[in-house]
């Protein structure tokens, strides 16, 4: 993709020229008239939309007005990435910049995307001080120095980059409405507690080990995949970061496709994922074996479905760390009608249905990268 940009009446600015930081508080009776907080977990990496808040009645500390059509930056570890455009009027956390384009030279729909491009990340991040929570200041952000196009031009490429950020947000809703019909459906069977089985009456368990890492050879190969709780993200298991010779897949045991593997300590308990690749997994993770393609993933959806996290953590033992031993897997107890035909194709549409969204959603992401590329250069 090209934008067709010439670039020979951009003109070289420093970030400090066209930029305020703007440090507008706010206290009192003053903020009253505002029921929006804004602090650094409201803020997603990549999201320039504010989903969430927290609300001013609960109390805050913070005194940052926040305006709508001003652009917020994470200055507190900027490699997170967070920036977000205002819609709304809040009051914000300290470690967050509010920026607000000099509208004479720069378009405020056009300061997010430079401030969410590489070359100011990389600026950030060499500014950056501190060793346990690194910050940026902003005399250092104003000295970053990049070629600002013309309004007329910064319009067109604004338009054309809030276009692919809209059409995101749809795929992204609808990717959630999706999700959503699914869980209401098996809600439905959880609440008329019929038909449940032990997962011990779904499929049979085992639970993983590790090779002996004093043995090179089984360990020097890229023959058989080696899952840990963290290749389990969504509903298929991601590849194994880490793979393990034959002979060292032979002293552990066995996941077949379709095995539902199950994160069963520490902070990753509960969660789960269809193996698609034969592979061997460590003692963190006990699988349920024996299923078609079908049930696993209707095995899979249950599982992560919130009443299924539920049902997990109501058979978890109390220790120090967090642990679901397989015997205690084997009796959490799962909606199973013996007619599952109709709950097969929902979860198989379903699937269907988030990958291709995801798909356009991987797509519009390379297109969006590319174009800050070619306007900012990086990405």
């Known amino acids: 993709m090209s934008l067709g940009l010439d670039k020979s009446t951009w003109q070289r600015v420093t970030f400090g020229d066209v930029v305020r930081n703007v440090n507008e508080t706010l206290k009192g009776a003053a903020a009253g008239a505002i029921d929006r907080v804004i602090a650094m977990e409201h803020m997603d990496p990549g999201e320039l939309k504010i989903e969430r808040w927290g609300d001013i009645a609960d109390g805050t500390t ?35 910049y509010t920026f607000e384009a000099d509208e004479t ?44 196009p013309p309004l007329d031009e910064q319009k067109r490429i604004a338009d054309l980059l809030w276009a692919i950020e809209r059409h995101r947000l749809q795929l992204a809703e609808m990717e959630e409405a999706v999700r959503s019909s699914l869980d209401v459906r098996l809600a439905e069977l959880w609440v008329a507690d019929s038909e449940m089985q032990p997962i011990s009456g779904i499929g049979d368990c085992v639970t993983g080990s590790t090779p ?48 539902v593997a199950v994160a069963c300590i520490g902070g990753d308990m509960g969660k789960s994922a269809v193996v698609r690749e034969p592979g061997i997994s460590n003692q963190q993770i006990t699988s349920i074996v024996g299923l078609d393609e079908a049930d696993a993933y209707l095995v899979q959806c249950l599982l992560a479905h919130p009443l299924g996290r539920q049902a997990l953590e109501a058979r978890e033992t109390t220790t120090i760390v967090r642990k679901l031993n397989k015997s205690d897997l084997m009796k959490v107890q799962l909606p199973w009608p013996a007619e599952r035909s109709v709950l097969r194709r929902l979860v198989t549409d379903k699937r269907v249905a988030v990958a291709t969204l995801r798909s356009e959603l991987d797509s519009l992401g390379r297109l969006r990268s590319a174009a800050l590329a070619e306007v900012f250069g990086g990405n």
């Open 62 to 96: 913070f005194t940052r007005r926040v305006r709508p059509r001003q652009t917020l930056f994470g200055k507190r570890r900027a490699y997170q990435r967070k920036v977000a455009y205002a819609e709304f009027d809040a009051i914000c956390s300290g470690d967050i």
């Open 105 to 148: 030279r720069m378009l405020g729909e056009f300061l997010p995307f430079l401030v969410q491009s590489d070359p100011f990340f990389d600026h950030a991040l060499d500014t950056s001080a501190g060793s346990l929570s690194p910050r940026t200041n902003w005399r250092d952000l104003a000295d970053f120095e990049f070629e600002l």
């Open 212 to 259: 002996s890492k004093a043995n090179a050879s089984y360990w020097n190969s890229a023959d058989v995949p080696f899952y840990t709780p963290s290749e389990i993200e969504h509903d298929t298991m991601h590849a194994a970061r880490q793979r393990v010779s034959v002979a060292g897949a032979a002293t552990g045991r066995a996941l077949p496709e379709f095995a």
